[in-house]
């Protein structure tokens, strides 16, 4: 993968390649994807200019045999590192599942979470667990094959579990020379605290150039619109509306849908510690003119916000197994009007 080949923000590449060509590379990176953005090819870009023998100030040569190597994945000194089913306490998930996720990311950079799920038939949620964890230590003891960089590409981050986050943590804080990390996540405060803290962040998103049958995704849009189409349903009013809205929604790929899901339960939550008057903990708020923060927590209460979590983990199981997305965004959109309707 070239830098050239991608649509990622002109500025982002810039700064990334700068960093290659001063020599100043964070030892730690975390790319934080946002939910129509894929960082992996990113990854690849930035580690193939990294190993590139003849590389220019502006990309890869495309040619030498590091650049090669990186085509097929097969370079001896970049690790990846992802969500994979148990192959118990000592074999790593990620090496072992790695010749199915070099064919599919061959195929398919942009490849997501759930996709990557259905195709190695994990039913529920990957982790990247210890025993991962115990193979990238050993491995960033050792020497590099190459004789330069070893680079870990852990994809999904926030898949990572405690154990193995914990494990890793010293080699993210003293790393040994010539070990890099690029840590890539969706959801990046789903990954413990003292491991986040130590990495330096960069967000990604597209360039403008977006073709015109590329969709676009605003989760405070979507948000606002959808609790009040929600709310108006109780009296059957603008049901054709909301027919519309769960029809557009369906029209996103799953991963948009979960991320939907998984935002809009953290502001439910948010409205009730915001009720209680927790004013120290950071909550997650709609910051728009056109919405009311205050006005729609007083809609949740004690009486309805375990039933609201409840339906949207149903939502999300059924989503995440692809369930037919317009009939459960629907069923969940007249449950939640019931819900915020009901004194």
Known sequence: M?????KIHEETKRILKKEVLSNCIPHAQLFEETSSDSAL???LAFSTFVFCKNKSSNDSCGK?????????LNHPDVHFFFPSKNLGARKSGSKGAFPEFQAEILKNPHIDEKSWYRLCGIKTQGEIRVSDARVINKIANLKSYEGGVKIFIVWCADKMNIEASNKLLK???EPNSNTLFVFISRFPDKIIPTVKSRLQATKITLSGNRSNDELE???????????????????K???????????????????????FLEKSVNIFRSCILNNLNLKEIELSQIESKDFNFEKFSKLISHKNISIISKIISAAHFAISNYANAKIIFFDLSLTIGKLLNKK
Do not use: G, H
């Open 41 to 43: 090819p990113l990854a």
């Open 237 to 259: 009013r603008n049901i054709n509306e909301l027919l519309d809205w769960c029809d557009n929604i369906s029209k996103y790929e799953n991963y948009v849908r979960l991320d």
């Open 64 to 72: 030498c045999s590091s650049c090669r190597k990186m085509m097929t």
């Open 2 to 6: 070239l830098f050239s080949q991608l």
């Open 171 to 173: 080699n993210i804080e």
């Open 217 to 235: 995704y605003d989760f405070e849009d979507f948000f606002i619109r959808w609790v009040r189409l929600c709310f108006l349903s109780s009296s």
